[in-house]
C-alpha cells in the first residue's frame, strides 16, 4: 500500500510556474508507475503526465507538453510536477497518483492510490 501526499500548489501569476512534489510511504514505491491529475471545479478529472517505474519513460496529455515535466527521485519515494507558463485555464486541484503494474497508464480508473490533492490557482 502507497499513501501519497501533494504540496508545492498555491496562488501563481498568469506566466508563471510552480512546481509540485508528492511523497510517498511505503517500500515498494519504485514498483509503481506514477500520475499526475487534475480537476477544475464542474469538471471531470484530467490525465496529465505519467512515469514508470525506474523513471525513464515518461508521457503526457497532448496538451501539456512542453509546459509541463514530470519526474521522480525513487531514493526520496516522490514524484514532481514541473508547470511553467502558467494559465488561468491551469487553475484546478491536483492530484497524484499510484498504479501498480500499469503500462503508460493514462486512465484515472487504473490507478490504484491517490493523494488529497493540492489547490493550484492561476490568476490572470
Known amino acids: 500500500q502507497v499513501q501519497l501526499v501533494e504540496s508545492g500548489g498555491g496562488l501563481v501569476q498568469a506566466g508563471g510556474s510552480l512546481a509540485l512534489s508528492c511523497a510517498a510511504s511505503g517500500r515498494t514505491f519504485s514498483r509503481y508507475t506514477m500520475g499526475w491529475f487534475r480537476q477544475a471545479p464542474g469538471k471531470e478529472r484530467e490525465f496529465l503526465a505519467g512515469?514508470?517505474?525506474?523513471?525513464?519513460?515518461?508521457w503526457y496529455a497532448d496538451s501539456m507538453k512542453g509546459r509541463f515535466t514530470i519526474s521522480r527521485d525513487n531514493a526520496q519515494n516522490a514524484v514532481f510536477l514541473r508547470m511553467n507558463s502558467l494559465k488561468p485555464e491551469d487553475t484546478a486541484v491536483y492530484y497524484c497518483?499510484?498504479?501498480?503494474?500499469?503500462?503508460?497508464?493514462?486512465?484515472?480508473?487504473?490507478?490504484?492510490?491517490w493523494g488529497q490533492g493540492t489547490q493550484v490557482t492561476v490568476s490572470s
Open positions: 512515469i514508470s517505474p525506474d523513471g525513464r519513460t515518461t
Open positions: 497518483a499510484a498504479d501498480y503494474g500499469g503500462v503508460m497508464s493514462r486512465s484515472s480508473f487504473t490507478y490504484d492510490y
